[in-house]
């Protein structure tokens, strides 16, 4: 993968990369190690989940299964159109990032996502720690009173690697990668996007209003 840039005028660059999560609901036994590492990269208390975990369970006769629930980054984010400062950024590679110094913390885009993938910082970060770039794309800690969310680790992407959640799932839950060819990983296996969606008919989106996320759910088994 190559450095992706925050911003870029619209037609200005052909898209070069789509980045895409599948989750297997199969898989997941709530381990809390995608949850945990997201915390520790992010300087976040425990009470602060960019990644949270849900027991699920569709009908009283069905089996519940645990279901991981990252920002969804959509392809049509209502929260891009509903900042009114232009904090949040759609990427060309599909990422969608809130720049920290641009937020205000107004939450309009917590009321616009649908998906309530968004929280408000209370606290202040666990970690005094201030990296000295200008780059959101950064885990510089994040401010007391500014929105935020899971951003599929984009400087992790940036250096060619995926996000921590990934690489901290010990049951190989998280796949990630680039559509656009044709490739995710789960950090035990590299597979086609294609033709690991192909192998499960069934995969879906939560509930999606028109926003096209780009995460995928295969289906948990005997659900």
């Not at 959101?136 to 992407?157: H, L, R």
């Not at 996007?193 to 008919?201: D, Q």
């Not at 999606?208 to 996320?213: A, F, N, V, Y």
């Amino acid at each position: 993968m190559e450095r992706s840039k925050m911003t870029e005028e619209p037609g200005k660059e052909t898209q070069k990369h789509k980045f895409v999560m599948v989750i297997d609901l199969a898989r997941c036994k709530n381990a809390r190690k995608c949850v945990e590492k997201c915390q520790e990269a992010h300087h976040l208390p425990p009470f602060q989940e960019l990644m949270k975990v849900y027991l699920i369970q569709e009908t009283e006769e069905s089996v519940p299964y645990w279901m991981p629930k990252p920002c969804f980054h959509c392809d049509r984010p209502l929260c891009v159109d509903a900042c009114p400062v232009g904090a949040t950024i759609k990427r060309p590679d599909g990422i969608v990032m809130i720049d920290k110094e641009r937020c205000i913390g107004c939450k309009t885009c917590m009321t616009a996502c649908p998906f309530s993938s968004r929280q408000f910082n209370r606290a202040y970060p666990t970690s005094t720690l201030i990296e000295q770039t200008n780059l959101p794309e950064s885990k510089m800690p994040e401010a007391k009173g500014m929105v935020s969310k899971c951003d599929f680790c984009a400087d992790m992407v940036a250096e060619g690697k995926v996000p921590h959640c990934v690489t901290a799932c010990p049951m190989g839950v998280i796949y990630f990668g680039d559509r656009l060819v044709d490739r995710v990983t789960n950090s035990h296996e590299t597979v086609s996007f294609a033709e690991l969606i192909a192998s499960h008919p069934e995969y879906f989106h939560l509930n999606d209003p028109g926003s096209k996320p780009s995460v995928f759910y295969l289906p948990p088994l005997n659900s």
